[in-house]
């Protein structure tokens, strides 16, 4: 599961990079995760920057992940840890949606190692990405209330862990 949050967290970074003009953005989101034998349904919200991101999960489970360059720390409460990570593990997505095809008027079509994701766009924004997983889980990430350029207090983007949680690194 953690490599599908972070494998998302990069890649809408990434296409929002590319793909518009903005020095932050926030959204709402929900992803569904659908596999053979249960459906998953996380949502929660997002705010990025030119180079950093905050995104904090609500529901199933509280989570918060920070990305700053090419450190992400994932803050998980429900297993009293933080986790972090480099972005050097996980694939630069800049070439593959630079190289995303319009197949219709609103979407277009980014291929990645065997695997299809169809953007879906809604006036120009963003409002869906799906894709089967490597675990062939049908994901599906929809975004609501988006924001261009707000105002952001820089101090959303600092991470706090508890003194009681464990780090992984």
Same mark, same amino acid.
Request: hydrophobic share 40%.
């Given at each position: 599961?953690?490599?599908?949050?972070?494998? @998302?967290?990069?890649?809408?970074?990434?296409? &929002?990079?590319?793909?518009?003009?903005?020095?932050?953005?926030?959204?709402?989101?929900?992803?569904?995760?659908?596999?053979?034998?249960?459906?998953?349904? %996380?949502?929660?919200?997002?705010?990025?920057?030119?180079?950093?991101? @905050? &995104? +904090?999960?609500?529901?199933?489970?509280?989570?918060?992940? %920070?990305?700053?360059?090419?450190?992400?720390?994932?803050?998980?409460?429900?297993?009293?840890?933080?986790?972090?990570?480099?972005?050097?593990?996980?694939?630069?997505?800049?070439?593959?949606?630079?190289?995303?095809?319009?197949?219709?008027?609103?979407?277009?079509?980014?291929? %990645?190692?065997?695997?299809?994701?169809?953007?879906?766009?809604?006036? +120009?924004?963003?409002?869906?990405?799906?894709?089967?997983?490597? @675990?062939?889980?049908?994901?599906?990430?929809?975004?609501?209330? +988006?924001?261009?350029?707000?105002?952001?207090?820089?101090?959303?983007?600092? @991470?706090?862990?508890?003194?009681? %949680?464990?780090?992984?690194?």
């Amino acid at each position: 599961m953690k490599k599908i949050f972070i494998f @998302f967290l990069i890649t809408m970074v990434k296409l &929002w990079a590319i793909d518009l003009d903005f020095n932050t953005y926030s959204s709402n989101f929900t992803q569904l995760i659908k596999s053979k034998n249960s459906t998953l349904l %996380y949502s929660g919200h997002f705010i990025i920057s030119k180079d950093k991101a @905050f &995104w +904090e999960y609500d529901t199933p489970n509280k989570k918060e992940i %920070y990305i700053n360059k090419n450190q992400v720390v994932i803050i998980e409460h429900d297993l009293e840890q933080a986790i972090f990570s480099k972005l050097d593990n996980i694939p630069n997505l800049n070439q593959i949606f630079k190289n995303a095809k319009l197949i219709s008027k609103d979407k277009l079509l980014a291929k %990645y190692k065997n695997i299809n994701y169809t953007i879906t766009l809604n006036q +120009e924004k963003i409002q869906t990405i799906a894709y089967k997983d490597e @675990f062939e889980n049908d994901v599906t990430i929809t975004l609501s209330n +988006e924001i261009k350029n707000p105002k952001i207090d820089s101090k959303v983007f600092e @991470f706090k862990i508890p003194k009681n %949680y464990d780090i992984v690194q």
